[in-house]
Antibody, heavy 121, light 107 residues
Framework: QVQVVQSGSEVGKPGASVALSCKTSGYTFTDYYIHWVRQAPGQGLEWMGL????????TNSRKFQGRVTMTRDTSTRTVYLELSDLRSDDTATYYC??????????????WGQGTLVTVSS | DIQMTQSPSTLSASVGDSVTITCRASHSIIRWLAWYQHKPGKAPKLLIS???NLESGVPSRFSGSGSGTEFTLTISSLQPDDFATYFC?????????FGQGTKLELK
């Protein structure tokens, strides 16, 4: 079955970078967008951006431009999110999720289990 | 950006009750709306897409309706497993925004 499995919790210092991974299985990796979404404590979900695993092209929310880099490794079917210049308000659970239909603007399914990132000195 | 306003933020109910959660969009999103169930430490689970299409395997006590700017998720005859957080998502033209979530609690 289709699965997306995320890497474990991370702790990062203010100003540093953190890299998260999202490993997929059960479908043609290059045929579906992968999205990144985060949820800070007590807050709603916030879309960060997407990557086309087929060609590696990505689109980020304006809020994160300049701090977010999305990449993929087709040999391991894994997508990566790097968030730089960490701030305390980046403390959140980060989710990856697959577009349900493909290279389209649609709902997300499935989602990963989430990766907790804590920014602390 | 399209803003999604979800209400209520918390809902207390008993097993067997019927409940309704509402999402309002700041602009028309036609029917490009999904509903998810989210439990702590788990991946969000898709319930409904395109406002009213029930995902395969989701119990029929879940239903969605609406179009344009107002949408509802109704859960009839609540079961113990239904107590969770629910959120909506709009997916219009490569913009993706979410409601703030509704925590459904056992009364």
């Amino acid at each position: 079955q289709v699965q997306v499995v995320q890497s474990g919790s991370e702790v990062g210092k203010p100003g540093a970078s953190v890299a998260l991974s999202c490993k997929t299985s059960g479908y043609t990796f290059t045929d579906y967008y992968i999205h990144w979404v985060r949820q800070a404590p007590g807050q709603g979900l916030e879309w960060m951006g997407l990557i086309n695993p087929g060609d590696g092209a990505s689109t980020n929310s304006r809020k994160f431009q300049g701090r977010v880099t999305m990449t993929r490794d087709t040999s391991t079917r894994t997508v990566y999110l790097e968030l730089s210049d960490l701030r305390s308000d980046d403390t959140a659970t980060y989710y990856c999720a697959r577009d349900a239909r493909g290279i389209t603007s649609n709902w997300f399914d499935p989602w990963g289990q989430g990766t907790l990132v804590t920014v602390s000195s | 950006d399209i803003q999604m306003t979800q209400s209520p933020s918390t809902l207390s109910a008993s097993v067997g009750d019927s409940v309704t959660i509402t999402c309002r969009a700041s602009h028309s999103i036609i029917r490009w709306l999904a509903w998810y169930q989210h439990k702590p430490g788990k991946a969000p689970k898709l319930l409904i897409s395109d406002a009213s299409n029930l995902e395969s395997g989701v119990p029929s006590r879940f239903s969605g309706s609406g179009s344009g700017t107002e949408f509802t998720l109704t859960i009839s005859s609540l079961q113990p497993d239904d107590f969770a957080t629910y959120f909506c998502q709009q997916y219009t033209s490569y913009t993706f925004t979410f409601g703030q979530g509704t925590k459904l609690e056992l009364k």
